[in-house]
C-alpha cells in the first residue's frame, strides 16, 4: 500500500490541507497519508528543508513525499520530482531539496510538465496529486517531466570556513516549538574542520567551550531534586538529527523563556565556532558542562 506524506505551510486553519487529502483519497481509497507538519513558517524553505531532511527516512523505501511550500508556478519557480535515496519528493524548484541533495546524489530528477493537461490555480492539489498519485500506481518520472541535472540552492545553506581553517561561520536555519535554536553546522563538518582542537562557539554575545551529548547532561542528580536549578540553563548539543543546536534545558518560550527569545537569536543569524591553532589530544572527551547564565 502506497504512502504519502504531506509537508507545507498550509497551517491547521484553512481548507488547503483537507482538500490535498481529499484529493489524493479520491484517485487512491487505498492510500495512507501522513502528516509531516503543516506550520511550517510560510514560505520559509530553509525550515521546510529541515524538517524534511529529518522526517523523510523513517518512512519505508518507495514512500512518496509532497512538499506545500512556495509552490506557485513561474518563470523562476518550476515544479520538480526527485527520486532520491529510494524515495520521491514532489515540489517546488525553489532550494527545498538542495539539503538533502547535498548529502545523497539523486538517482533522477525530471522537471514536471503536464501542466498544460492541468487547468490549476492549486498546483499541490492539482498538479503534485496527480504526479504522487502516478508514482503510486506505479508510473515512472518520465512520462511526466523531462530529465534535468541540478537544482536551484538555498542560500547559505553550507556554513563558511576561514582559508586557515580556525573558524567556521554558521546560520540558524531553524527555531524548534522549544525555541531551541539550530544551525546549519552539522557534526561530521564540526569535527572534520576541528581535528581534536579546542573551541569556543558565539552567539551574539554568549560563549560556549563545550557540547553536550545529551540535554540532560547538565543535570547533577547528586542533588536532591527540591535545590536543583537546572531549567533555563543554556548548553549546546548536536541534535538528533546531527546539527549543532543551541538550546536551553526544558526550555519552554511561554514561561522560563528559550534560547531563541533569551539569546536574541532568529532565522539566518550568525554563529560562529573558533578554533585554536594547535591540535589537542582527541581523547579527551570535550561533550561536557557549560556554565550557567
Do not use: W
Amino acid at each position: 500500500m502506497a504512502i504519502i506524506t504531506l509537508t507545507s505551510d498550509f497551517g491547521p486553519k484553512d481548507h488547503f490541507t483537507g482538500a490535498t487529502k481529499g484529493a489524493i483519497y479520491s484517485e487512491l481509497p487505498d492510500v495512507n497519508i501522513v502528516d509531516i507538519s503543516h506550520n511550517v513558517s510560510p514560505f520559509n524553505i530553509p525550515e521546510a528543508a529541515y524538517i524534511i531532511q529529518n522526517a523523510y527516512n523513517s518512512f519505508p523505501k518507495g514512500t512518496i513525499h509532497i512538499i506545500g511550500i512556495d509552490s506557485e508556478i513561474n518563470a523562476e519557480n518550476k515544479h520538480i520530482a526527485v527520486k532520491l535515496d529510494g524515495h520521491y519528493f514532489i515540489c517546488a524548484n525553489n532550494g527545498i531539496m538542495s539539503m538533502i541533495c547535498s548529502e545523497i546524489v539523486p538517482e533522477k530528477i525530471v522537471e514536471i510538465n503536464i501542466h498544460d493537461k492541468i487547468l490549476s490555480s492549486f498546483p499541490v492539489l492539482d498538479v503534485f496529486v496527480k504526479v504522487a498519485c502516478h508514482i503510486a500506481r506505479g508510473g515512472t518520472l518520465d512520462v511526466i517531466g523531462k530529465t534535468i541535472t541540478s537544482i536551484k540552492p538555498i542560500q547559505n545553506i553550507k556554513p563558511f570556513v576561514k582559508e586557515d581553517q580556525t573558524q567556521i561561520i554558521g546560520s540558524v536555519i531553524y527555531i524548534d516549538n522549544y525555541g531551541n535554536v539550530v544551525t546549519n553546522i552539522k557534526r561530521n563538518f564540526f569535527e572534520s574542520i576541528q581535528k581534536g582542537r579546542e573551541f569556543e562557539i558565539s552567539a551574539r554575545s554568549y560563549k560556549f567551550k563545550k557540547i553536550h551529548k545529551n540535554y540532560s547532561d547538565i543535570v547533577n542528580f547528586d542533588i536532591p531534586i527540591e535545590k536543583r536549578q537546572d531549567e533555563g540553563r543554556k548548553l549546546v548539543v548536536f541534535n538528533s538529527g546531527g546539527f549543532l543546536e543551541i538550546a536551553l534545558f526544558k526550555s519552554n518560550p511561554k514561561t522560563n523563556g528559550s534560547a531563541s527569545t533569551l539569546l536574541g537569536l532568529g532565522i539566518m543569524d550568525t554563529v560562529t565556532v573558533n578554533f585554536t591553532s594547535t591540535p589537542i589530544d582527541t581523547t579527551k572527551t570535550h561533550i561536557a558542562l557549560d556554565e550557567r547564565f
